[in-house]
C-alpha cells in the first residue's frame, strides 16, 4: 500500500517525521479502554481470551527522528527479577549466541547511542538513563497515539495555557510592555557598570576613622541586604508507556536506518495489544525493553481461564518479571484505580490494576502467533515489549 500521510512533530532542536505506510484494516481512532472498564475491575472486563486481544491488523509507521548529538556510549541498565532460583545476574558461562536480550539494540544504535551489554548478562530487563533526545518523547508519544486501545492508569498532565488555542473571536492579546522583565526599560534601568575608581584609586589601604566620628556616606553594600537563591522549579511528573512493538530497518540493512543527525525506523504496532500507561517518578528509565523477544512469548502457554494458572507457569512469571520492574518506577500515590467501589483504593487495589493491565498486554502479545498479517510484517526476532517514558 502507497504512501498515506506524513506527521512532523518538532520540539527544541529534535524533530521527528512519522510516514503511514500501512494502516488497512487498523482502527485509526484509538479506542480507550478505560471506557469499558469503569464499573468493574479489568480482569472482570477483558478476559485474557477475549476478541479484544486478538490481532488482526497492524500498522507500520515509518518515524524519522533528527537530533543534534555525538555518538558516545549509551548508559545501560540490567534488571532480574526475584522470580529465578539463581538471581545472580551474570551466568557462569557466555553464551556468544544468545542474542534476543539486545533485540531493541538499533533503537539506540540508529540515534548515536551505543548500546553494550555483556554476553554473560541474565537480564530480564534492560534500561537506558541516558544520553537524553527530546526526540525519544516524541517517539513514545506518536506510538502511543497510534495504538489501537490504550488502558490509561493516571492523570493525563494538564496542557499549560500558552499551548492551549485562544477560543475568542478577536485578535489575540499582545504581551504587556510593563509586566515584562525582558522590556528596554527594565534592561537600562537594570544596566549597571562596575566602576574602577573604587578598586584602584587607593595605594594603601585606608586609616582607621576615629571611635566617635560616624561615617558620613555608608558604603552601599552595607545598605543592600543579601538576597536567597530561588529554588528551581519541581520537577514535572512523568509517565511510563508500555506497548508491543516491532522494529524494522528502513531498507534490508540496519547501517541504512542510522544516518548523519538523524535515525529513520520502521515501528509496527498490533491492533489487539494495548498500550499501558503508568505514573512514574523522578528518575525513571528513558527507555527499557523486556529481554524476551515476540518470538519466544509465541511460545508461552496461556492459562485455559483467567482465575486459573498455566500448567508451566511461565505466563505468570513473565507478568511478575514486568510487575516487579514498574514496582520500582510507578509513583503509586497518582495511580488511578479502575473499576470497583473504593473511593480512596489502597495501594495492594493499584497494584491489582497494574497486574491485571500487565497480564493482558502479555497474553495479547502470546496471542499474536495466531496473526497471519503480524508473522507477515513483524520481525519476531525485533519485536517485543518496550517502554519510554513520556511527558
Not at 147 to 164: G, Q
Not at 348 to 374: C, T
Request: aromatic content about 6%.
Amino acid at each position: 500500500m502507497g504512501p498515506v500521510s506524513d506527521v512532523v512533530v518538532s520540539s527544541l532542536g529534535d524533530t521527528i517525521l512519522v510516514h503511514l505506510t500501512l494502516y488497512a484494516g487498523f482502527d485509526l481512532s484509538t479506542k480507550a479502554a478505560n471506557d469499558l472498564l469503569f464499573e468493574h475491575p479489568i480482569k472482570h472486563v477483558i478476559p485474557i481470551h477475549s476478541s479484544r486481544l486478538e490481532t488482526t491488523h497492524v500498522k507500520v509507521l515509518v518515524i524519522t527522528l533528527k537530533f543534534k548529538a555525538t555518538v558516545e556510549d549509551a548508559k545501560l541498565g540490567f534488571f532480574r527479577s526475584s522470580v529465578h532460583k539463581d538471581a545472580d545476574l551474570f551466568a557462569a558461562v557466555k553464551d556468544y549466541l544468545a542474542v534476543e536480550k539486545g533485540w531493541f539494540n538499533p533503537y539506540l544504535f540508529a540515534s548515536a547511542r551505543r548500546p553494550i551489554i555483556p554476553r554473560s548478562m541474565k537480564a530480564d530487563i534492560v534500561f537506558c538513563h541516558s544520553p537524553f533526545l527530546q526526540g525519544d518523547y516524541r517517539v513514545g508519544e506518536t506510538l502511543l497515539n497510534e495504538s489501537a486501545s490504550i488502558i490509561t492508569l493516571c492523570v493525563a498532565p494538564a496542557v499549560p495555557d500558552r499551548e492551549k488555542p485562544s477560543t475568542g473571536s478577536g485578535p489575540p492579546e499582545e504581551p504587556s510592555s510593563t509586566g515584562s522583565k525582558f522590556n528596554l526599560e527594565n534592561i537600562k534601568s537594570n544596566l549597571k557598570l562596575p566602576s574602577l575608581t573604587n578598586r584602584f584609586a587607593r595605594s594603601r589601604s585606608p586609616s582607621p576613622a576615629p571611635a566617635d566620628t560616624e561615617d558620613p556616606k555608608p558604603s552601599s553594600e552595607s545598605e543592600t541586604k543579601p538576597s536567597l537563591t530561588p529554588l528551581p522549579p519541581p520537577p514535572t511528573p512523568r509517565r511510563l508507556v508500555i506497548l508491543v512493538v516491532g522494529i524494522k530497518p528502513h531498507r534490508k540493512l540496519w547501517t541504512t536506518s542510522a544516518r548523519p543527525e538523524e535515525s529513520v525506523i520502521q515501528y509496527i504496532l498490533l491492533n489487539g495489544c494495548p498500550s499501558v500507561v503508568v505514573p512514574v517518578k523522578v528518575g525513571a528509565p528513558l527507555i527499557a525493553w523486556d529481554t524476551l523477544t515476540l518470538e519466544q512469548l509465541w511460545n508461552v502457554e496461556l492459562p485455559a481461564q483467567d482465575d486459573q494458572e498455566s500448567k508451566s507457569r511461565q505466563f505468570e512469571g513473565i507478568v511478575r518479571v514486568l510487575f516487579e520492574f514498574l514496582d520500582l518506577c510507578i509513583d503509586w500515590d497518582r495511580v488511578t484505580h479502575v473499576g470497583g467501589e473504593e473511593e480512596t483504593p489502597t495501594e495492594d487495589v493499584k497494584k491489582d490494576d497494574v497486574r491485571a493491565a500487565l497480564a493482558l498486554l502479555v497474553a495479547a502479545a502470546v496471542r499474536s502467533r495466531d496473526s497471519k498479517e503480524a508473522k507477515k510484517e513483524l520481525d519476531k526476532e525485533r519485536s517485543g515489549i518496550a517502554m519510554w517514558r513520556i511527558p
